[in-house]
C-alpha cells in the first residue's frame, strides 16, 4: 500500500491504531486512539517516549523487535494512562514497509478490552462470594446432567452426606443416601419434576455414608427442559435443617405438655367451683330472710362473690374450651337464628361488667332480624368475651359501642372502646394466648378470651380483626361472618 494510502487507513481504523517511523515518531493515528488514551491532539512528529514517558521497557524492546521484522501480538495488557487511569488493550505491533520493501517503522493497533475486564473481575468476584456464603451457610450445590447421568457436587454436599470429596457420583448414589422411611417421596418429587412440574422443594432425611448419622436436609431445585420439553438437566441446593427439625420437634412437645397442664390445671379448677357457686347459692337465700342491717352487708358480700365466682367459671370454661378447639374436640351445633337477639344475650352475659365499672354502653343493631346459622351458644360466647374484654381494659366511667349490620353476604358485628388500645406492634398478636396488650404489671386477665373468639369465628368460617390507633386511644374489634339470606325458624330468646 502506498505511504498515503496507509495513513489515511490508520486515520480511519474503527480501533485505536497509530503509525510511526524507525524513530518511534507519530505518522499518523486514529481518532480511537486519542479515545483509548484520553489525549485531545498530538502533534505529528512527536516522540511516542515523549508523549508517554512511563512506557515500560519491555514495550520499548517490542518496538526494537517489530522494527526487525516481526509481528508481536498480546491478548491483554494493562496500560496506564497519563492522567494515572487504567486501561485493558489487546494490542498488536507489527511492521510497515515502505514502496521499497524496507521497514520504514510500525504500527500498532489496540482494542480497549476494560469492560470485558471489568465484567470478568466483578463475575470472578460474585463467584468468590457466592462460594464464601456457600461454605459459610454450609449450602450443598448440586448439578445433574441426566441423560449422561452425571452430577457436579461442590465440597459442601458432599460433606453434609457424608462421602469422600470429589468422588464421580450419579442419581442412584445420591438417592442411597436417602433415609428408607423418605426415599419413596424424594423419588415422587424428582420424578414430578422431571415429567413438567419442573420445581423440586423437599425436605427429608439422609444417611451419612461415613458416620450413619440422620440428618434432615432441604431441597431446592429447578429442572431446565431442551426445547422438545424433555428435560436435560437439573440443578438445585440443599442445606442441613437438623436443628431446626429438632427445635420444632422440641415446640411440638413443649405445646402438648403445656396444653396437657392447662386442660388439667382448668379441671382442677372446675371441680372446687361447682360446690362454692351452690354454696354462695345458698348462703343467698338465707340472706334473703334477714332483713337486719348485717344482713344487708351479707347479701352485699355474696353478690361480690357471685360475681367472682362467675368470672373464675368463664376463665375456667374458656380455657376448656381452647384445649378442645387445639385438640379437635370441639363441635358447632348449627342453627338459623337472628344475629340480633344473640348480642342481645352477649350483652346480658356482660352487663355486670359494665355496671361495676359505670360504662356506658350504645348500641346499633338493626330494627329487624339479621339471620346467620351457626351455633347460637359459641357465637354468644364470642360477644360476650370481646364485651367484657372491652370493659375490663376500659377505665371506669368509659363508653362501649356495640353496632351489627349486613354488608353483601356478611353480617358484620364491631365492638368498639375508649379503654387503652393497642401498641402498633401487639396487633398481629392479640388474638394469640396469653397474649395481652398494656402494662404487663397491671394486667386484668389471662389473655384466653380473644384466642377463644378466633378460634369460634374461625370455625364458623369467619374473620375477627384488631384495630387501634395506638395506646391510649381506645380499641375495636370487627367480626365477620357468613349470613345468607336465610328465614330465621328458631330465633333466641
Partial sequence: MHLAGLRIFIEDAPIGAAMFDREMRYLAYSRYWLVNHRIE????????????????????????RALAGET???????????????????????????????????????????????AEEALRQALARQRLAQSAGHIGVWDWEIAPNRTYLNAEWYEIYGLPKGSVLAYEDFIARVHPDDRSAAEKMMQDALAGEGIIDHDYRVVRADD????????????????RGKAERAMGAVYDITERKEME????????????????????????????????????QLSDRDASPAGEKKRAVLQMARRQVDHLSRLVNDLLD????????????????????????????????FDSKRHALVTDLPATPLPINGDPVRLTQVFANLLNNAARYTDPD???????RREGDEAVVTVRDNGQGIAPEMLV?????????????????????????????????????????????????????????????????
Fill in 322 to 353: 381452647v384445649m378442645r378447639i387445639d385438640h379437635g374436640k370441639i363441635s358447632l351445633d348449627r342453627s338459623e337464628s337472628d344475629l340480633v337477639q344473640l348480642l342481645v344475650h352477649a350483652v346480658e352475659l356482660a352487663q355486670p361488667n
Fill in 41 to 64: 491532539h498530538i502533534e505529528l512528529g512527536r516522540s511516542h517516549c515523549d508523549v508517554f514517558p512511563e512506557i515500560p521497557e519491555r514495550w520499548k524492546e517490542v518496538h526494537g
Fill in 429 to 493: 398478636s392479640i388474638f394469640e394466648m396469653f397474649a395481652q396488650a398494656g402494662d404487663p404489671a397491671s394486667q386484668r386477665g389471662l389473655g384466653v378470651g380473644l384466642a377463644l373468639a378466633r378460634s369460634l369465628v374461625d370455625l364458623h368460617g369467619g374473620t375477627i380483626e384488631a384495630r387501634s390507633e395506638g395506646v391510649g386511644r381506645g380499641s375495636e374489634f370487627i367480626v365477620r361472618l357468613p349470613a345468607p339470606r336465610i328465614a330465621v325458624r328458631a330465633p333466641l330468646a
Fill in 398 to 404: 368509659g363508653r362501649i359501642e356495640l353496632s351489627a
Fill in 212 to 227: 450413619g448419622a440422620m440428618r434432615w436436609v432441604a431441597s431446592k431445585g429447578e429442572v431446565y427442559f431442551d426445547a
Fill in 72 to 118: 508481536i501480538r498480546e491478548a491483554e495488557d494493562e496500560f496506564r494512562r497519563a492522567d494515572g487511569s487504567a486501561i485493558w488493550l489487546k494490542w498488536e505491533t507489527r511492521p510497515w514497509r515502505d514502496a521499497n520493501g524496507a521497514i520504514g517503522g510500525v504500527i500498532i493497533f489496540c482494542d480497549d478490552i476494560t469492560p470485558q475486564k471489568e
Fill in 249 to 284: 420437634d422440641a415446640l411440638r412437645e413443649s405445646d402438648r405438655r403445656k396444653s396437657e397442664f392447662l386442660a388439667t390445671l382448668a379441671h382442677e379448677l372446675r371441680s372446687p367451683l361447682t360446690p362454692i357457686s351452690n354454696a354462695v347459692d345458698v348462703l343467698g
